[in-house]
């Protein structure tokens, strides 16, 4: 490549010389740059402007050194502006108006910076380098604004010590693991709805409809109400009946019947294992099951809301259960087979103090299910305090007979 730096049209014509063939013949490149004033054209019209006109061509350059100082700078601002933004929606900060006060004024000094450091220009920056020279470091503040942040903040973590977080029974609180989790927006993990009858046997119809099965529709019980214990019966209609009466109960009749009941489960139920209601139970079932023997179960065995709260019958041919409990001693649903036949039966959690509820659900497999409309009770649908160490069920489980 010929060089010929004569007029501007040639500096381009190289280059375009140069970038084409490059590739196909590459060799290392040197750039070197230069001041204007270095060329001879140049100094023969500076040297005729008046004096303060031709300093402006021998200003100092601005070192790499200096340039990265400001953007590290600028970098670590931002990452202030960030965690002032985080603290903003801290409950602590909501509760304390001199803390929202000494971070809005933080926020508004630092947005004011930043809108500086986006407008420098290259007379700017050369007066901050020369400060920097003489050990003036008054531009860089970024230390300063965390200084006021740590200030700002001061003992808002202390918030959080014996805070818990108002949920729905049914729900589980979701928090950061880290140590100042309450301020960081925790969150109530479920269904915003109550496990109404209505809700469950929609949930049941839903989860029939996309091909689920028992364990299915136990794992969209559990992902909306992760906090109750559910129990699911899956019966095959062929040589079969079943019937229930209770509390929070659903129904759905497909190409299977889904038989679900679910309950919060704070404490153990006053009887342990309840040896003496299950056989109850099971030997007032001994004759048939149907909907007449499940309310001789319910009236006979301490069917009510404070007692034994639900109860679900049933024989068939085929039939599966799935389910997510305590253990058992610990869990409020209780299930056998005894005679041919299988009981899962709900009993209220030790604590329970009698309390008026709505009309339990009955239906049966002959008839058609009376759900009529009950709202949860105010104990059940009260908020509850939690912290995240709330123990869930843990035994998951299924069994077949098909």
């Known amino acids: 490549m010929r060089q010929d730096y004569g007029t501007p049209q040639k500096l381009d014509a190289m280059f375009k010389s140069w970038d084409s063939t490059w590739r196909q013949n590459p060799a290392p490149l040197t750039l070197v740059t230069r001041r204007w004033i270095d060329l001879v054209e140049v100094q ?10 031709l300093m402006m061509f021998f200003t100092d350059s601005i070192s790499p050194i200096i340039q990265k100082r400001i953007s590290v700078e600028n970098t670590e601002i931002m990452k202030i502006e960030s965690s002032v933004r985080q603290a903003l929606s801290w409950l602590a900060t909501k509760s304390n108006a001199n803390m929202r006060s000494c971070l809005d004024n933080l926020r508004d000094d630092i947005s004011r910076k ?65 140590v100042d989790w309450c301020l960081r927006k925790p969150k109530c993990r479920g269904s915003s709805s109550s496990p109404s009858n ?56 497909s190409s299977y019947h889904m038989l679900v009941t679910g309950m919060h489960c704070p404490t153990a139920p006053g009887c342990g294992k309840c040896q003496e209601k299950e056989h109850c139970v099971a030997e007032t079932l001994r004759g048939g099951v149907s909907g007449q023997s499940v309310e001789s179960a319910y009236n006979g065995c301490g069917g009510g809301y404070s007692g034994t709260r639900t109860i679900i019958g049933y024989r068939a041919k085929s039939s599966s259960k799935a389910w997510s409990l305590y253990p058992a001693g610990r869990s409020c649903i209780l299930k056998g087979s005894r005679h041919n036949h299988h009981y899962i039966f709900t009993v209220a959690p030790g604590a329970t103090r009698s309390i008026k509820a709505g009309k339990p659900a009955a239906a049966d497999s002959n008839t058609t299910g009376v759900f009529v409309h009950v709202e949860l009770t105010d104990e059940e649908v009260a908020p509850m305090a939690m912290d995240g160490s709330e123990v869930l069920p843990t035994d998951v489980g299924d069994s077949w007979s098909d």
Request: net charge negative.
């Open 198 to 253: 209505e809700l469950l046997n929609s949930v049941a119809s839903i989860s029939q409809s996309r091909g689920q099965d028992h364990s299915g529709l136990r794992d969209e019980l559990t992902k909306e109400f992760p906090a109750w214990e559910w129990i699911v019966a899956r019966i095959k209609p062929d040589s079969f009946a079943w019937a229930l009466k209770g509390h929070n109960v659903g129904v759905s009749q």
């Open 114 to 178: 930043r809108i500086g450091i986006d407008a420098l220009d290259d007379s700017q920056v050369l007066t901050i380098q020369a400060q920097f020279l003489k050990s003036d470091l008054s531009w860089f503040e970024s230390e300063t604004y965390r200084s006021r942040y740590t200030t700002c903040v001061g003992n808002a973590d202390k918030i959080c010590d014996g805070y818990r977080h108002s949920c729905q029974s049914w729900q589980v609180l979701q928090r950061d693991v880290r």
């Open 44 to 53: 023969e019209v500076a040297f005729t402007l008046p004096h303060d006109q």
